[in-house]
Nanobody, 126 residues
Framework: QVQVVESGGGLVQAGGSLRLSCAAS????????MGWFRQAPGKEREFVAA??????????DYADSVKGRFTISRDNGKNTVYLQMNSLKPEDTAVYYC?????????????????WGQGTQVTVSS
């Protein structure tokens, strides 16, 4: 069993930055691929970013809407995944969820992730 807890959300003006953190506990975190998803009001939850397991640096993938603005990274020693969000736009407003999958390869599909956090709210004002 893996528990994941997100933090770092908040209110920011358009063009600003936020860094989300996802702390994982339980089984060997470093063997898990991790992902970030988000759900805006009235919309379905969607993929944002994912990172594979690696002892050096993991492979990453991003939704087209955040490429060049968001960066996912992980610190296996701290059992933590980060999502650095720059140049934020009002359309980035959503609840952001961290997820873990018991597989080293990254995935962009929600149903491939077994463990989910409760989410953290990100609000971008115009």
């Amino acid at each position: 069993q893996v528990q994941v807890v997100e933090s770092g959300g908040g209110l920011v003006q358009a063009g600003g930055s936020l860094r989300l953190s996802c702390a994982a506990s339980g089984r060997t975190f470093s063997k898990y691929a991790m992902g970030w998803f988000r759900q805006a009001p009235g919309k379905e939850r969607e993929f944002v970013a994912a990172i594979s397991f690696s002892w050096i640096t993991g492979a990453t993938d991003y939704a087209d809407s955040v490429k060049g603005r968001f960066t996912i990274s992980r610190d296996n020693g701290k059992n933590t995944v980060y999502l650095q969000m720059n140049s934020l736009k009002p359309e980035d407003t959503a609840v952001y969820y961290c997820a873990a999958r018991a597989n080293e390869g990254l995935a962009t599909t929600q149903n491939l992730y077994e463990y989910w956090g409760q989410g953290t709210q990100v609000t971008v004002s115009s």
